[in-house]
């Protein structure tokens, strides 16, 4: 039998002996995606809370409900039949269902609630002075915090922290 003549493979060059290469340090300018910051990223836009989102929700926890009940019984009581085991895993995950409904709807709450204050904390350090100054403050006893005015003027200049 006539063995085939393999086929010769093409000279690749080492990488030490390639000339024309750019240093491993240099990399291609790209425009920088997001805010600017490595790692990270803009936040998804939380939703307020409603019942109509929770809803939607439900018929799929259910699903998932049945088919875990389904798959793994909580009793190891022998069942009969498929339909008897099918009936169960059903109840069983309607009261799950019942329980998830209101659950849902309060994770969404607080979630929503603790997007809120992230976002008045984000806005209030950026509404803040740069330099630790403080707007309205006195400077060489100039102005109305100078204690030159009445009790109402300084008491309108005092920043509140």
Known sequence: MARRKSRKRP???PPHEVENRRPRD???DRPHRGSGQPGRRDPRAVEPPSWRR???RTPIAFILFVGLVYIFPPSAA???????RLGIAAFQATVMSLIFIPMSYVMDRLIYRSYVRRQQRTAA????????DIEGEA?????????SGSDDDDAACTPIR
């Open 78 to 84: 022998e069942i009969e039949s498929n339909r008897d």
């Open 125 to 132: 350090a950026a509404s803040a002075p740069a330099d630790g």
């Open 54 to 56: 929770v809803l939607k």
């Open 139 to 147: 400077v060489d006893g100039e102005g109305p915090a100078s204690g």
């Open 26 to 28: 240099e990399r291609p």
């Open 11 to 13: 000279y690749i060059q």
